[in-house]
């Protein structure tokens, strides 16, 4: 029999958890899709210049996303130990999107090399105050193998929602400001602050709706210090594997949706800023379009990759679509300048596989925590979120280094203010194409790689569940 706290999830409380994605999703989707360019032809900065600006905020999440999974573990308030920094830091949050997209005045390339870097790290320490605790509800609310999948379902509904929204609307946003005479920093800055604005809502919504579970006299009593959980964490070879696979899945997605814009920009419209096509009955931009058929496709699909997890494994259903994916990928080496029909039937094909990123590394990761509770007798939900967020932020700052380290390297030139028409050298177009096809199909096979190996099946965690209730019986009794 089934306790309380093991039933089925309503369905409200899916939805309403599965809302925080939405917060999370519009906030990275911009930074993954979009901040690079802005730092190269808004900001003005040199692109490898750029690139560790990005690469030093990252030393910062070093430090503080663990920290911030161990001070939730240990949190004690009367509404639980995740729900009181979404209340807390819900509205920092959407004030640290603006500053992300604040592009400062300064023509010295030092002082908006720290202006950028400092803004980066401000608006991602609030962004982690609200993200790891959210992501360590997961495993607390929902300790099924299958009934993860589920609510991983819906957060990734609203991940990738949110991923359409912003990647559609933000283009259009900004170059419909650019036509009407602005410039592009009101137009992004315009973005910032209605995406900003619509990610408070869904940390309050959870803070109000979802419940954690009450813990036991015994874990109240628990102390574990900061080295030994990550001593632990790193003992955990699951963990291991499905930290791998995230990693990889998500250098690749960062990388692939950060060169996108210059693949679309420089390459198939051939350095026409302004691009635009004729869309559901006017004119979109490229961009829009292109993002808008990946993401849609990707959302339609994701009750198929749910249904395949059920029905084979997590890891049998995301090494098909990896596969997929990479073919995909490979074949944009194919695309010549002008081809938008064809650039658009590639974005429904990789649509197809950008579900199962976004879904299955994260319904995987959970299962590795009943792992560590089997050897330890301890729940340390807080410190393997926070170093999975931060190997998610870690993801995004290697592929933001690495475009723009590249792009440095083989003569990338940064526009000049007000102009509509700009040409890249052959050397730089070489370089996003790459990066765009061979280099993400190479990421992939990693990743599948990894997935293959991984060692937690659905027999398996189903196994140390039955051993971790015997134990919870026998301490009871």
Known sequence: MTTAQERPLSRLVKLVYGSGEWSYASFGTLRQIFYAIFLTDVVG?????????????????????????????????????????????????????????WAPPWKSQAALFITVMLAYMLSDTFQTLVSVPYAALTPEIAPDYDERTSVTG??????????????????????????AGGTLQQGYITVAAMFGGLAVIPWLLIFAVVREKPRTAAQLAETISFRE???????????????????????????????????????????????????????MAVESVVLGLLLITAVVSLPFWTWLA???????????????WAVVQMITLLVRPFQTTFVLALAVMA??????????????????????????????????????????????????FL??????????????????QFAQPASALGAIRFMLGPMGAILLACAIVMAWFYPLTRERHARIRRLLAKRKARMGA
Do not use: C
């Open 403 to 420: 475009a723009l380290q590249v792009l440095g390297w083989f003569g990338y030139r940064n526009p000049p203010e007000g102009v509509t």
């Open 45 to 101: 900065l040199d692109a490898r210049l750029a690139s560790f600006a990005a690469l030093l905020g990252i030393i910062w999440d070093a430090v503080n996303d663990p920290l911030v999974g161990v001070l939730s573990d240990k949190v004690r308030s009367r509404w639980g130990r995740r729900r009181p920094f979404l209340l807390w830091f819900a509205i920092p949050f959407g004030l640290g999107f603006l500053a992300l997209w």
């Open 351 to 400: 649509g197809i596989s950008v579900g199962t990123a976004h879904v299955l590394p994260d319904a995987i990761f959970p299962d590795v925590l009943e792992w560590d509770e089997l050897r330890t007798g301890k729940r340390r939900e807080g410190i393997y979120y926070g170093i999975k967020n931060f190997v998610r932020k870690l993801a995004g700052a290697a592929a933001i």
């Open 310 to 324: 059920r029905k084979l494994s997590k890891r049998t259903a995301y090494i098909i679509a990896m596969i997929f």
């Open 154 to 179: 819906y957060r990734m509904f609203f991940n990738l929602l949110a991923s359409l929204v912003t990647a559609v609307v933000g283009p259009m946003v900004v170059k419909s400001t650019l036509a």
């Open 229 to 283: 959980s990550v001593r632990s964490a790193w003992a955990n070879i699951p963990f291991r594997f499905a930290t791998g696979i995230y990693m990889l899945n998500w250098i690749t997605f960062d990388l692939v949706a950060l060169m996108l814009p210059f693949f679309l920009t420089y390459w198939v419209s051939q350095g026409n800023l302004v691009a635009s096509l004729d869309f559901l009955g006017g004119p």
